[in-house]
């Protein structure tokens, strides 16, 4: 049987927060590894691949796909090890005080230290409860939008009014030909000057009380051809030709992970982890980085899952060595860096 090898930090998630902390542990010149869910690393950046972000400090708008590419580029410095399409399941420590993490796959991992990033859990987008919605997903139903050029000149309905949907409408307004927002309350709850550009704009439509209730296909059954919306208010049935379907209803997450792991972990509304700035836990050796965080302080953005991830890996380097610098070095003045800047170096002056 495979023994597994011991880590000085195992990163749970491999989003923004548990690549940005796997770098940092690289940094700080611990052992380790990075288990992610997917298969592939990047977290829930991969909703909005095509979004502009302009939030992150020092980055010019930036689409989703790019900024997952640098986090990765980035979070794989060090070589740590990457354990992908791998669930862990609950967490326990054994006699000699070493985290056990239980995976899907079997596995037991061993960890000095853990740092928890799973951010908003297992995703999975709340699903259309219309019968047979499902064989539409491979042509015009989509749960996100991952190519804004396919919306180019279409109509387009967006089912949802929370600030997903919202955002979508927004990225899709310069490209679409007409949106529709269908949702079932009475008001839009994203951004406000989102929310009234949208308003206010003759290309958008927005259907407040009415729901999708059927999906009417094209002659050939492929396509999603025209929606039928009925009313809550009225009852008022009626229907919209369009080219394109986006069901934004939020989603589904398996948090199974922190409740299943009888370690006495302090949570705030039974779902974040209730941390200190730092990013410590209730639990010795365990911290935590990123959304799943919650603190005073906490700033629930991509920019926010960096400090987390420094703190974190932090605290961890000085709770197995409690006499190591509190802080890792910049890097201007990191050993580490020192030959990477040359080769780097030598590029820009070829
Ligand atoms: C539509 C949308 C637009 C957004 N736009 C912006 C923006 O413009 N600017 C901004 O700053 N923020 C934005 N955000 C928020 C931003 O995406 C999050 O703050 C950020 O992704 C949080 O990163 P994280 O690493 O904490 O968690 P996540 O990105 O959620 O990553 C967590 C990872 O952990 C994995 N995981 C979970 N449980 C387990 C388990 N048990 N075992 C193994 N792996 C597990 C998941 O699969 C996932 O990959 C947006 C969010 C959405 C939904």
């Known amino acids: 049987m495979l023994q597994e090898e011991l880590f000085d930090v195992t990163v749970i998630g491999g989003g923004p927060a548990g690549l940005y902390s796997t770098f940092y542990s690289g940094l700080r010149e611990m052992k380790t590894k990075l288990i992610e869910f997917q298969p592939f690393l990047g977290g829930k950046v991969h909703v909005y691949p095509e979004k502009m972000i302009w939030d992150i400090g020092g980055l010019t708008p930036t689409p989703g796909a790019q900024l997952i590419e640098q986090l990765v580029k980035q979070g794989l410095t060090f070589d740590p090890e990457v354990v992908l399409n791998e669930k862990i399941e ?7 005080n070493i985290f056990e993490l239980h995976g899907s796959s079997g596995r037991i991992h061993y960890s000095k230290t853990v740092i928890v990033a799973v951010g908003g859990g297992i995703l999975n987008p709340t699903k259309l409860s219309i019968e047979g919605a499902e064989k539409f997903e491979v042509t015009n139903l989509h749960y996100t939008v991952k190519s804004l050029k396919r919306f180019k000149d279409k109509t387009v309905v967006i089912s949802g009014g929370g600030n997903s949907a919202v955002d979508w409408a927004m990225e899709l307004l310069p490209f679409a030909k007409q949106i529709y927002i269908t949702y079932r309350k009475d008001a839009l709850s994203g951004h406000e000057a989102n929310v009234t550009t949208l308003l206010n704009n003759p290309k958008v439509e927005c259907l407040f009380n009415t729901e999708i209730t059927k999906l009417l296909a094209n002659s050939g059954d ?4 025209r929606v039928e919306l009925t009313c809550s208010k ?4 009626s229907q919209l030709t369009i080219d394109e379907v986006v069901i934004n209803h939020g989603y589904d997450r398996d948090s199974s992970l922190l409740e299943n792991s009888k370690l006495n972990i302090e949570m705030v509304d039974d779902w974040y982890v ?3 700035p730092s990013g410590e836990s209730s639990v010795p050796g365990m911290f935590a980085a990123g959304d799943i965080l919650m603190h005073d302080g906490k700033l629930h953005l991509i920019a926010g899952c960096f400090q987390d991830g420094a703190n974190a890996v932090n605290s961890a380097k000085s709770y197995i060595q409690p006499d190591a610098n509190k802080y890792g070095m910049v890097s201007s003045h990191n050993e580490l860096f020192k030959e990477r800047n040359r080769e780097l170096v030598k590029q820009l002056m070829a």
Do not use: H, Q
């Not at 609950?90 to 000699?96: G, K, L």
């Not at 492929?222 to 051809?225: D, G, H, K, N, R």
């Not at 009225?234 to 049935?237: E, P, Q, Y």
């Open 274 to 276: 209730k941390g200190t």
């Open 90 to 96: 609950s967490i326990t420590r054994n006699e000699d």
């Open 234 to 237: 009225t009852g008022a049935v």
């Open 222 to 225: 492929e396509l999603v051809e």
